[in-house]
């Protein structure tokens, strides 16, 4: 096939020429001339051919020619193993039925672009992914309780071993189970691919920049931290992005000259040029303060000037230390300081992301656990909530009500 032009053996039995087939018409007045007997069976495979070099032809980026031969044999290979259904045996219909999609499926699409391992580079290359051969019962997932079709059960028993010629990450994405994750733990994953996308990015949303250390199996009994390269494959590149750059973030903390944002509403982190001030901003959001006190800018006052007031007791740093104690928190995980706003009492520190009762500094893991049930006596003693029949999430303000 040429484009949309489909090359077929001349049928006149005399020459091995090819003859341009341009349209459907043309091929069924050949047919006709030539009163072949299974015309239907040929213009059957010419539809599904044409409508199979459509979906090729709209891929974005367009694989390259390598790419395409590698996908050719790939196909041919998974085919001969009982993996992967023939392109040709498929009716125009079925393969509009295919490209519905199989419900909770992380091979939404027909065809899809797939990374595999050439000989000097990693190559795109176009797979089939909806042919590959399903069990016929769907198995529940654990966590979407949504059903899900797995690939029939003889092809994954063998898998690594009939991949190895075609090494890459494709193989783990096409499988509707996370595979590679249930090789690195000591249980069955129950959970399907695409929950296990959720779950990261809800982790990553969740807990911010200290969430790239607290991804891990979703199975609530295994707590495995996820690799690297687990992260890489089982999350969506927006997702992925975000992990990376959480983590360059962390290792770049660890130097002298870095400092993250202490605004309230800002996650962003930088290295500060100490050449001439410590008087820093941030790059993303402005916020303006001081890099060796670790606070914001104190207006008016040098750093000298400021430790002065602090050791000699100035009542403008008297005040300021008061305001201090009065208006804002440590918070238990990180130390630093935190302002209470006008929201309710479940607090979020901006730093570490760490999550907290406001009134009595109690960790919220144990006041509203993964069972979504609210836990009151996780309260600390004294603590207005604990006593209450309000939640914190209840109240809004910078106080509890007066009892």
């Not at 949309?4 to 001339?33: E, F, H, K, M, N």
């Not at 016929?136 to 991949?163: F, H, M, N, R």
């Not at 296990?196 to 911010?208: C, M, P, R, S, V």
């Amino acid at each position: 096939m040429s484009g949309l032009t489909v090359l077929i053996p001349c049928p006149c039995g005399a020459c091995s020429a090819d003859i341009a087939i341009q349209d459907r018409g043309t091929l069924q007045r050949l047919l006709r001339l030539t009163k072949v007997q299974d015309a239907d069976e040929k213009l059957r495979i010419y539809d599904t051919a044409q409508h199979l070099v459509s979906v090729l032809t709209s891929l974005d980026p367009q694989p390259t020619l390598e790419a395409r031969q590698v996908a050719k044999r790939l196909h041919q290979h998974l085919t001969s193993n009982d993996i992967m259904k023939p392109l040709f045996d498929l009716a125009i219909s079925e393969l509009h039925t295919l490209e519905e999609g199989v419900p909770h499926d992380v091979n939404s699409s027909l065809v899809q672009l797939l990374e595999l391992n050439g000989t000097d580079e990693v190559l795109r290359v176009p797979i089939f992914t909806q042919l590959l051969q399903r069990e016929q019962s769907p198995v529940e997932g654990s966590i979407c309780t949504e059903p899900v079709y797995d690939l029939i059960g003889e092809a994954l028993s063998k898998w690594d071993t009939i991949c190895s010629d075609y090494d890459g990450d494709w193989k783990w994405k096409v499988l509707p189970f996370p595979l590679k994750l249930e090789q690195r733990c000591s249980h069955t994953v129950g959970f399907c691919t695409e929950c296990l996308e959720n779950y990261i990015e809800a982790q990553l949303d969740q807990h911010g920049r200290a969430g790239c250390h607290l991804l891990t199996c979703p199975s609530s009994d295994c707590g495995r931290r996820l690799e690297y390269d687990e992260v890489k494959l089982y999350a969506r590149q927006e997702t992925f992005s975000k992990y990376d750059e959480y983590l360059k973030l962390e290792a770049l903390s660890k130097l002298p000259s870095f400092r993250w944002c202490l605004a309230e509403n800002c996650s962003y982190g930088q290295i500060h040029d100490l050449i001439e001030s410590n008087h820093v901003s941030c790059e993303e959001c402005g916020y303006e303060m001081c890099f060796e006190h670790q606070m914001k800018w104190h207006n008016d006052l040098t750093c000298e000037e400021f430790d002065s007031m602090e050791e000699n007791g100035d009542p403008r740093f008297r005040e300021t230390r008061d305001w201090v104690n009065a208006n804002t928190k440590q918070c238990p995980s990180c130390g630093v300081n935190t302002q209470k706003g006008p929201g309710c009492f479940h607090m979020t520190c901006t730093l570490c992301r760490h999550e907290f009762c406001w009134e009595c500094l109690a960790s919220w893991s144990d006041i509203m656990p993964r069972s979504g049930q609210y836990n009151q006596s996780a309260h600390r003693d004294g603590c207005y909530f604990r006593s209450s029949d309000r939640q914190p999430t209840q109240v809004t303000g910078e106080r509890v009500p007066i009892r």
